[in-house]
């Protein structure tokens, strides 16, 4: 668990993180983790194939088009997020375990889980993203709806079903509600190429020899976990040091390592910054010509990563899942941090549109609305982190 304040001398924090999640009886707690989260990669990966949507669904132009016309059916996102998570689980996991297993195996497994997950992401991230800025550029405009969300057989159908429609826009509005249709529509348009193109790309990668290797990888290690060893060891058995090594009480060390990893992190971030209700610099940035991210969002999107590991890492100690149980603070934090994502990128990708050449002032203005709308999402997330996190830890029954 992570330290009840930010100064990791404190002595009742640490003696908060000491006492932990409750250690199970099995001492082979991360090969048992490990076991559970393959069973449910290759369960999740059966179920996207039966759905049509995997490796036999076509090619992945056939497959784009086919997302370009209409919202995937619940089963394989259901799937496809279920992929998505056990690759997570196994990849950090295999990250704060790392000197428990066996050295070659795990430098080799842990890449490739983190490619196949961060593929199959895209799409649903470029998808959320779409959703976020139209419905943003809906409340600030005060439309009724855009040209993109009436198009029909569109993903963007879905979000324009989720909105209600709004009362006229007020005279103060107009001037926004002139470009939003159009801001809407450019939106639309580069954000569904990037969607298309991240789902033929993960059919493609679902379809290729890199993904099978993996997955045979993975089938392995659902009956049989590399751990390391000391000496020579027999077929089906370990040597007594790597009994040992793999008990909870080795496993402990590694996961308060991961714990102080996040602790400095959160330690390093401007906290005083986020505790402003408005952040000019970051917001001037974003309206920079300059595309690249600005550097106040890199310390966070760590921490995020950091926090992930975290909680992974007293899964395994806790000997399962524990998302939707344990440590509320934690689970505040990381949805706080979540939404920090979020906001960046949207923020990211309404100046980008906004840079695109020869686009009418009011479009422009209405994607610069936009953009700080979001940014001033990105810092009511972070208010929120901060906020969350130096409260008293709490465990859920």
């Given at each position: 668990?992570?330290q009840?304040?930010?100064d990791?001398?404190?002595?009742t924090?640490t003696?908060t993180?000491?006492?932990?999640?409750?250690v199970?009886?099995?001492?082979?707690?991360?090969?048992?983790?490990?076991?559970?989260q393959?069973?449910e990669?290759?369960?999740?990966?059966?179920?996207?194939?039966?759905?049509?949507?995997?490796t036999h669904?076509?090619?992945?132009?056939?497959g784009a088009?086919r997302?370009?016309?209409?919202a995937?059916?619940?089963?394989?996102?259901?799937?496809?997020?279920?992929?998505?998570?056990?690759?997570?689980?196994?990849?950090?996991?295999?990250?704060t375990f790392?000197p428990l297993?066996?050295?070659?195996?795990?430098e080799?497994m842990?890449p490739?889980?983190a490619w196949?997950?961060?593929?199959?992401?895209m799409?649903?991230?470029y998808?959320?993203?779409?959703e976020?800025?139209?419905?943003?550029?809906?409340?600030?405009?005060?439309?009724?709806?855009?040209p993109?969300?009436?198009?029909?057989g569109?993903?963007?159908?879905a979000?324009?079903?989720?909105v209600?429609a709004?009362h006229p826009?007020?005279p103060?509005?107009?001037?926004?509600t002139?470009?939003?249709?159009?801001?809407?529509?450019?939106?639309d348009?580069?954000?569904t190429?990037?969607?298309t193109r991240a789902?033929s790309?993960?059919?493609q990668?679902l379809?290729?020899?890199?993904?099978h290797a993996?997955?045979d990888?993975?089938a392995l290690l659902?009956?049989?976990?590399?751990?390391r060893?000391?000496g020579?060891?027999?077929s089906?058995?370990?040597t007594?040091?790597a009994n040992?090594?793999?008990?909870?009480?080795?496993?402990?060390?590694?996961?308060a390592?991961?714990?102080?990893r996040l602790?400095?992190?959160?330690?390093?971030?401007?906290?005083?910054t986020?505790?402003?209700?408005?952040?000019a610099?970051?917001?001037?940035h974003?309206?920079s010509?300059?595309p690249?991210?600005?550097?106040?969002?890199?310390?966070?999107?760590q921490?995020r990563?950091?926090?992930?590991?975290h909680?992974?890492?007293?899964?395994?100690l806790a000997?399962?899942e524990?998302?939707?149980?344990?440590?509320?603070r934690?689970?505040?934090?990381?949805?706080?941090?979540?939404?920090?994502?979020?906001?960046?990128?949207?923020a990211?990708?309404?100046?980008?549109?906004a840079r695109?050449?020869?686009?009418?002032?009011?479009?422009?203005?209405?994607?610069?609305?936009?953009?700080?709308?979001?940014r001033?999402?990105?810092?009511?997330?972070?208010?929120?982190?901060q906020?969350?996190?130096?409260?008293?830890p709490?465990?859920?029954?």
């Amino acid at each position: 668990m992570a330290q009840r304040h930010l100064d990791p001398t404190d002595p009742t924090a640490t003696a908060t993180a000491a006492a932990g999640p409750p250690v199970p009886a099995d001492p082979d707690a991360l090969a048992g983790y490990l076991r559970a989260q393959a069973t449910e990669f290759l369960r999740a990966l059966r179920q996207h194939r039966e759905s049509g949507t995997g490796t036999h669904g076509g090619n992945g132009a056939h497959g784009a088009r086919r997302s370009d016309r209409a919202a995937p059916d619940a089963a394989p996102v259901d799937a496809a997020r279920a992929l998505r998570r056990a690759a997570r689980r196994l990849s950090g996991t295999l990250h704060t375990f790392q000197p428990l297993l066996d050295a070659d195996w795990a430098e080799g497994m842990r890449p490739e889980l983190a490619w196949l997950s961060g593929t199959l992401a895209m799409e649903h991230a470029y998808a959320s993203r779409l959703e976020r800025l139209l419905q943003a550029l809906h409340r600030l405009s005060g439309s009724s709806a855009f040209p993109a969300q009436q198009t029909a057989g569109r993903a963007t159908d879905a979000v324009s079903a989720a909105v209600p429609a709004a009362h006229p826009a007020p005279p103060e509005r107009g001037s926004l509600t002139v470009g939003a249709a159009k801001a809407g529509a450019l939106l639309d348009r580069q954000l569904t190429l990037a969607r298309t193109r991240a789902h033929s790309t993960a059919l493609q990668a679902l379809g290729s020899s890199r993904f099978h290797a993996v997955a045979d990888k993975v089938a392995l290690l659902a009956s049989e976990v590399p751990l390391r060893t000391t000496g020579p060891a027999t077929s089906g058995t370990r040597t007594a040091a790597a009994n040992n090594a793999a008990s909870p009480a080795g496993l402990r060390p590694l996961a308060a390592a991961a714990e102080n990893r996040l602790t400095d992190a959160v330690a390093a971030l401007p906290l005083v910054t986020a505790g402003s209700p408005y952040n000019a610099e970051a917001l001037v940035h974003g309206l920079s010509p300059d595309p690249v991210a600005h550097p106040q969002d890199a310390p966070w999107h760590q921490v995020r990563l950091l926090l992930r590991l975290h909680r992974y890492a007293l899964e395994v100690l806790a000997g399962e899942e524990t998302e939707d149980s344990g440590d509320v603070r934690l689970l505040a934090a990381g949805e706080a941090l979540n939404r920090h994502r979020d906001a960046a990128e949207a923020a990211a990708a309404a100046a980008q549109a906004a840079r695109t050449p020869r686009i009418a002032p009011a479009t422009a203005y209405a994607l610069g609305v936009l953009h700080a709308d979001q940014r001033h999402e990105v810092e009511a997330a972070r208010y929120a982190f901060q906020h969350s996190w130096r409260k008293e830890p709490i465990r859920l029954p």
